[in-house]
């Protein structure tokens, strides 16, 4: 099974600064990694799939990197509406399952 | 639009069974693998099962296998995920959420079911 592993698990940053979240895998899982937001009181949203590819409507500062094990989520200037908890995701087939990473929280400052 | 719709908030005793439902709209919905996930109070989010709307094939998570039992009626564009027993640590919210064939991410999905059992 593999473990998705999140760091840091809060980053207290100001609106306008920089995000950057990790995500690292047990084992390698090329490029098939997911990144959601979730704020309070709502449902996961999904903002990136294959570590870089922003999902329909996802603005651009939201962007991705990575492949192998180490993945990162990059939020270039933090607005107001992006503080929240991010998790990334990615599944394995034999066992089959979807495995979250237990999510960043993102405050601020 | 495509959409996920659940069903409302339950609050039931230990030992009652529940089902909840998660109905699809705006799409195919026998095209699409539905997921759900579990999300306890203050906690992350936990994969349990997964099917396929199209023939029923159905999967599940290790830690939920036999704990839950997921299901489809397809003449209604509607998933469930049911319990026969229910426990004080099923308290959760539930979501649904749309997989794409091939694909392996979760977009869009419902807005979650809060399931309360309390005695």
């Known amino acids: 099974e593999i473990v998705l592993t999140q760091s840091p698990a809060t980053l207290s940053l100001s609106p306008g600064e920089r995000a950057t979240l990790s995500c690292r895998a047990s084992q390698s899982v090329s490029s098939y990694l997911a990144w959601y937001q979730q704020k309070p009181g709502q449902a996961p949203r999904l903002l990136i799939y294959d570590a870089s590819n922003r999902a329909t409507g996802i603005p651009a500062r939201f962007s991705g990197s990575g492949s192998g094990t180490d993945f990162t989520l990059t939020i270039s200037s933090l607005e107001p509406e992006d503080f929240a908890v991010y998790y990334c995701q990615q599944r394995s087939n034999w066992p089959l399952m979807y495995t979250f990473g237990q999510g960043t929280k993102l405050e601020i400052k | 639009e495509v959409q996920l719709v659940q069903s409302g908030a339950e609050v039931k005793k230990p030992g009652e069974s529940l089902k909840i439902s998660c109905k699809g709209s705006g799409y195919s919905f026998t095209s699409y693998w539905i997921g759900w996930v579990r999300q306890m109070p203050g906690k992350g989010l936990e994969w349990m099962g997964i099917?396929?709307?199209?023939?029923?094939?159905?999967r599940y998570s290790p830690s939920f296998q036999g704990q839950v039992t997921i299901s489809a009626d397809k003449s209604i564009s509607t998933a469930y995920l049911q319990w026969s027993s229910l426990k004080a640590s099923d308290t959760a919210m539930y979501y649904c959420?749309?997989?794409?064939?091939?694909?392996?991410?979760?977009?869009?999905w419902g807005q979650g079911t809060l399931v309360t059992v309390s005695s």
């Open positions: 099917i396929y709307p199209g023939d029923s094939d159905t």
């Open positions: 959420a749309r997989r794409g064939v091939g694909d392996y991410w979760f977009d869009p």
